[in-house]
């Protein structure tokens, strides 16, 4: 069995489970956000009544991130829709936008965008929250209402996106029926090269096999190659595995995913046990292709889906108006370090958003100096408009006041993880994918720049 199959097999009870079966698993957490929540909250109400109390208080998550620093009052409201919940269930994960239980949620505009305005329980952006906030371990199920859940597949689980209906069901049961998903193997030779990032291995990845290329699919990254890529790198690939139509991404099990897990369970006091799963030497794929690190350039997917891949050099002549770094993808530390590196001593040329995916990344920020300055400073004196509103942001647009958004059909070179028409906005705006150091030569350069022209 591959790494899928196997932590399936064990979900569902069984010694064997094979691509095409039809299986209940029981799920380890559940979790959502102020988008889906609402609905899934009034899908379990509805089907299992009232007074229901969910299945396991221990294994919901609830992380408002969405439409949270915006004045629109019905995303406001989700938030309070949300706490009520908590409250009621007396759920011990609901990462508040406020301290207040009894309080409501109200984001004030006159405050500006920059300055936080959330409590000492916001955890920002779900899927760079989970493992931070110790809700991911290898060998577990992760179901989230959110399409980029497939992130949590760097830790060696089996984490998927699912509708409201099938989260109102899992709320009340814990269970839910799968198909056991066909599994593509890419495996990683090499190690990437100096302005090459692990951003760039899945947007030539997803360049290989098409935005619908593992439609329904599991896309096990393993090989040598792995060993060398960070936490932060396995997260970014395993993100984007949707992007290509994946079920789920997942990653073999090592000594970073452990480090990283003990720390981050025993910090919040999480549960710490977990079983790791590993490969059958008979395991079978409906697709194998070899990705050698080393030969790697920087990427760009192209508007208007990500299948659209071109390398950053040969796009030189695209005049940009905008760069955005952030979201569950690229705005991670190790994100915000790489483009802090290329525009350190120089200034961006056009508007440049930065927005952490956490609070825990913009204290990282605001607290790791190179020499008598922060990287967060460094930033914000190359121009970039930082807000310490962690959160979702211009990711997927929103209310028209969110932080950079686009309102106007602009191009814009993003670290996110989706270009389809009108994501971030306007829906003739242009979005170009690239790393955080494409992003950030870009923002220098004012059109797409290939990064390693600024890497010594
Ligand atoms: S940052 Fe973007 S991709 Fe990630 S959860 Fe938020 S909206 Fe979705």
New binding site residues.
Partial sequence: MTLTEKILARASGKAQVSAGDNIWVNADVLMTHDVCGPGTIGVFKREFGQQAKVWDRQRVVIIP??YIFTSDSKSNRNVDILRDFAREQELPYFYDVIDDPSGHWKFDAAKGLLKKQYGSNYAG???AALPQKGHTRPGEILFGT?S?TCMAGAFNEFATGIGNTDAGFVLGTGKLLLKVPETMRFRFEGRLQPGVMAKDIILHVIGEIGFDGATYRAMQFDGPGVASLSMDDRMTIANMTIEAGGKNGIFPFDSRTAEYIESRTRLNGTKQGYEPVEADASQRFIHESVINLDELEPTVACHPDPGQRKKAKEMTDVKLDRAYIG???G?KTSDFVEFARIVRGRRVVIDTFGVP?TPEIVHDLQTTRWGDQTVWDILVGSGVQMTENAG?AA??GGPVDTFGRMNTPLKCISA???NFPGRMGHKESQVFLASPATVAASAVAGRITDPREYVS
């Fill in positions: 991130d969405h952006v779900c899927h959110d980029h979201s569950c993808t705005g995916a979702c990711c997927l996110t993880n989706r």
